[in-house]
Every structure is written in structure tokens, then in C-alpha cells.
């Protein structure tokens, strides 16, 4: 049965996808070319860095490493212009009381995310209390689709990763729970997230009874 659920920051609990796009655009921009919203698919889950990586590979353009430091710097002071503005009417739909009912039963909740700035989201949106771990960018070496961040998320909980369900909306997040040996529930089009063990379209109606195996009429 399952003991802990994992959650996925960016795209799970909250869209701020829109705002790492609205800052990379920005870093476009200024380098003299555009970032179009398709591609900003390939940047979810995935680091600060390889992000960099992937968008001046999209621009064609070649920089020393202190260059990209500097320019993922910037980018961030953007990000944190926009997500300083964040509410927890940024919640998306159904997480809250998601997170109250598996809690309810003494089901361990963690964070698991890619970013660095998950404290700072987090307090933005009142929610840091509904998490009994939180790792983050910062807590890991090897990132998406490297499971090191699930498997600590686990360590940290005490439980065993085959008891554990991952919720992520992101391809290498999807892998990095599968290398770890855990459950995966994808969070949005099930044509994308074609690894997953079942993908839903939001928490709205999902019951946690599905994650502890008790009969259920609205499981989904
Ligand atoms: C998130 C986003 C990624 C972002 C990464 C690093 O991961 O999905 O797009 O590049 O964090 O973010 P930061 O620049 O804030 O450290 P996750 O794992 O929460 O989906
Ligand atoms: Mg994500």
C-alpha cells in the first residue's frame, strides 16, 4: 500500500512554467532572438542550467561559461520579479484539499522539485506546512531525469520507494520517479507523458483512495 505521496513542484502545485518562460523570453530577447512558447516544453523539470543550455542551442549562439553563469543569473532575478507577485490563488485546482485528506489518513506528503527557489514558492503560497520533507535544487547533485531527488525525498520521509506514488507533469520527471523504483501519476496530456502509470488532467477529482487501494466510487 502506499505510504507517501511525492510531489512535483512546477506544474503539480502550482504553473510557474509561465513565468520561467516569460524570463527565459526575456534572456532570448536580449540575446536578438525569439523563444517560442512550443518550446518551452522541453524546458520543464528540467535545471537552471541545462535550460540555459537548451535555449542558446535553440539561438544558435556559443558562450564562455562565466557568460552562461552570468546570463542564469539574470534570468533568475527575472523569475523572482514574477514569482515574487504569487498568491495561493495560484493553487492549482484541487491540490489543497488533495494534500489535507492524504494527510488525514497518515499518508507522508514530500516535495520533490527541480528548483532552487521551491523554499521561497512555497512561502509564497502558504503551503510549506502540508509537507512533511521538502528537497529541492539546491538538496541534489544529479538532477531530472536523475531519480536522486525522489530517492532522498523517500530517505527523508522513511519509506520505501516501491510505497511510494510520484505526481509530476514533466517526461524527465516521469523517468527520474520510474528510475526510483516508484509509482508515477502524470499531471496533464497522456499523449506527452506516455511513461506514466496513469495520467489525470488536475487533482479535482482525484480520490486518495486510490492511492491506498480502498474501494472507491469516484477514484478518477
Ligand atoms: C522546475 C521547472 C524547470 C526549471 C527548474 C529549475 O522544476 O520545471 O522548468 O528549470 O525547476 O528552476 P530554478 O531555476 O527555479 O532553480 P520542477 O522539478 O519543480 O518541475
Ligand atoms: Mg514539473
Not at 517560442?36 to 522541453?42: G, I, K, L
Not at 543550455?53 to 553563469?69: F, K, N, V
Not at 494534500?99 to 497518515?106: D, E, P, S, T, V
Amino acid at each position: 500500500t502506499m505510504q507517501a505521496a511525492i510531489f512535483d513542484l512546477d506544474g503539480v502545485i502550482v504553473d510557474t512554467a509561465k513565468y520561467h518562460y516569460l524570463a527565459w523570453k526575456r534572456l532570448a530577447g536580449e540575446l536578438g532572438f525569439d523563444f517560442a512558447p512550443e518550446d518551452n516544453e522541453r524546458l520543464k523539470g528540467v535545471s537552471r542550467m541545462r535550460s540555459l543550455a537548451i535555449i542558446l542551442e535553440i539561438g544558435g549562439i556559443r558562450l564562455s561559461e562565466a557568460e552562461q553563469a552570468e546570463w542564469a543569473a539574470r534570468k533568475n532575478a527575472w523569475y523572482l520579479e514574477y514569482i515574487g507577485a504569487m498568491t495561493p490563488a495560484e493553487i492549482l485546482p484541487g491540490v489543497v484539499p488533495f494534500l489535507n485528506r492524504l494527510r488525514q489518513r497518515g499518508i507522508k506528503t514530500a516535495l520533490a522539485s527541480a528548483s532552487k527557489n521551491a523554499g521561497l514558492i512555497l512561502e509564497k503560497l502558504g503551503i510549506g506546512p502540508l509537507f512533511d520533507a521538502v528537497v529541492d535544487g539546491n538538496a541534489v547533485a544529479k538532477a531530472k531525469p536523475d531519480p536522486e531527488v525522489f530517492v532522498t525525498a523517500a530517505a527523508r520521509l522513511g519509506v520505501p520507494a516501491g510505497e511510494c506514488v510520484v505526481f509530476e507533469d514533466a517526461v524527465a520527471g516521469i523517468a527520474a520517479a520510474r528510475g526510483a523504483g516508484m509509482a508515477v501519476i502524470g499531471i496533464g496530456d497522456p499523449r506527452i507523458l506516455t511513461e506514466a502509470d496513469l495520467v489525470i488532467a488536475d487533482f479535482t477529482r482525484l480520490n486518495e483512495a486510490l492511492l491506498t487501494g480502498e474501494p472507491s466510487d469516484a477514484a478518477l
